[in-house]
T-cell receptor
């Protein structure tokens, strides 16, 4: 089946630094990727929709200059948390879709801790 | 706009007992409905989905859910809980249109007692 790989699985960074999270579709080409954030004991909140070769579409309230999304190829999307602060500590999950209206395949998530 | 409400953030069941997780949705268009399971520090795994075909949907791991339009519900059940069912479960809805995005409920954490 379709596999989505996220890297790293865990990252700890200092406040003010930037962190890049990768989301790769390993055995399929993903036309669309989604980025979610999940705070402890809460549900997933969609942050942005990423389409290959175009600018990401951010959900209301998500700062596009802080959460930079790049979908440079059909198998890779990256989320960069710029100038991270402790309140950015969260579990970030990506998902990918092969075709429109197709099933979503989720990565295993990245636990970001900002100290 | 769409929304999902999961009743009960925590459910405790005995091994072998019925598992019932409640989900109610709100949607202005015919909904696509999903149940996902999340194990600690992992992503989401699709259990089952409703896409306007049969109202009783069977999924993986012995789970099933019934779509009831009159009640705007999509409750998840499993006749006999197993220890491996301990996880967090999310109900989600999408509009099924182009670029359909998932809106998740708050999640229900299931604890299975031996």
């Amino acid at each position: 089946g379709a596999v989505v790989s996220q890297h790293p699985s865990r990252v700890i960074c200092k406040s003010g630094t930037s962190v890049k999270i990768e989301c790769r579709s390993l055995d399929f080409q993903a036309t669309t990727m989604f980025w979610y954030r999940q705070f402890p004991k809460q549900s997933l909140m969609l942050m942005a929709t990423s389409n290959e070769g175009s600018k990401a579409t951010y959900e209301q309230g998500v700062e596009k200059d802080k959460f930079l999304i790049n979908h440079a190829s059909l198998t890779l999307s990256t989320l960069t948390v710029t100038s991270a602060h402790p309140e950015d500590s969260s579990f970030y999950i990506c998902s990918a879709r092969i075709v429109r209206d197709g099933p979503l395949h989720f990565g295993n998530g990245t636990r970001l801790t900002v100290t | 706009a769409q929304s999902v409400t999961q009743l009960g953030s925590h459910v405790s069941v005995s091994e072998g007992a019925l598992v019932l997780l409640r989900c109610n949705y709100s949607s202005s268009v015919p909904p696509y409905l999903f149940w996902y399971v999340q194990y600690p520090n992992q992503g989401l795994q699709l259990l089952l989905k409703y896409t306007s075909a049969a109202t009783l949907v069977k999924g993986i791991n012995g789970f099933e859910a019934e779509f009831k339009k009159s009640e705007t519900s999509f409750h998840l059940t499993k006749p006999s809980a197993h220890m491996s069912d301990a996880a967090e479960y999310f109900c989600a809805v999408s509009d099924g249109a182009a670029g359909n995005k998932l809106t998740f409920g708050g999640g229900t954490r299931v604890l299975v007692k031996p």
